[in-house]
């Protein structure tokens, strides 16, 4: 099983700054990977594939690096509703996933 | 629009069973997959498996086998994830989602289903 290890497990921002998530796969899984963000009592939401490609309807503030087994998500310039936990999921091995433990991004 | 609507909460005893439904619509369903994944209440996601909608081939994690089923129903566009011999540590929110205009990652997912597992 490829073991998906998000850092750091909390990130505590100002509105208005950068945040940078990080996400490490425990064996290449190429760019076969996803971020997704799940705010309180609601589904995940697809935010990048692809390592890099932003879903429909995902603003430019969000952004994708990576490849093999070392992955960023860059979010420009944090929004108020931007606060949420962030989840890399690879699916190098489809149909087997693996999540990430998860980051939470707090108001600083 | 493409909609998955899963069946409501669930309240069960440890040992027991329980079937969650998610009904499926806005695509051709037997042309893709649905992923089923749960969350503990304060946890992450975990990945429980795969169904084919096309010939119901499936693909579980390694931790459930045994334990849970996958099937489908086509005739209604209808999935279903069975669990079974319940514990505590199996209480959670159980989303499904479907492989309609992806291939591995998850554009589309139910509201979630909450099963809670106590005596």
């Known amino acids: 099983e490829i073991v998906m290890t998000q850092s750091p497990a909390t990130l505590s921002v100002s509105p208005g700054e950068r945040a940078t998530l990080s996400c490490r796969a425990s064996?290449?899984?190429?760019?076969?990977l996803a971020w997704y963000q799940q705010k309180p009592g609601q589904a995940p939401r697809l935010l990048i594939y692809?390592?890099?490609t932003r879903a429909t309807g995902i603003p430019a503030r969000f952004s994708g690096s990576g490849s093999g087994t070392e992955f960023t998500l860059t979010i420009s310039s944090l929004q108020s509703e931007d606060f949420a936990v962030y989840y890399c999921?690879?699916?190098?091995?489809?149909?087997?996933?693996?999540f990430g433990g998860g980051t939470k991004v707090e108001i600083k | 629009q493409v909609q998955l609507v899963q069946s409501g909460a669930e309240v069960k005893k440890p040992g027991a069973s329980v079937k969650v439904s998610c009904k499926a619509s806005?695509?051709?369903?037997?042309?893709?997959?649905i992923s089923w994944v749960r969350q503990a209440p304060g946890q992450g996601l975990e990945w429980m498996g795969w169904?084919?909608?096309?010939?119901?081939?499936?693909n579980y994690a390694q931790k459930l086998q045994g334990r849970v089923t996958m099937t489908t129903d086509t005739s209604t566009s209808t999935a279903y994830m069975e669990l079974r011999s319940l514990r505590s540590d199996d209480t959670a929110v159980y989303y499904c989602?479907?492989?309609?205009?992806?291939?591995?990652?998850?554009?589309?997912w139910g509201q979630g289903t909450l099963v809670t597992v106590s005596s």
């Open positions: 169904i084919s909608a096309y010939n119901g081939n499936t």
């Open positions: 064996q290449s899984v190429s760019s076969n």
């Open positions: 806005g695509y051709t369903f037997t042309s893709y997959g």
């Open positions: 999921q690879q699916y190098n091995n489809w149909p087997q996933l693996t």
């Open positions: 989602a479907s492989d309609y205009d992806s291939s591995g990652y998850y554009r589309y």
């Open positions: 692809g390592a890099s």
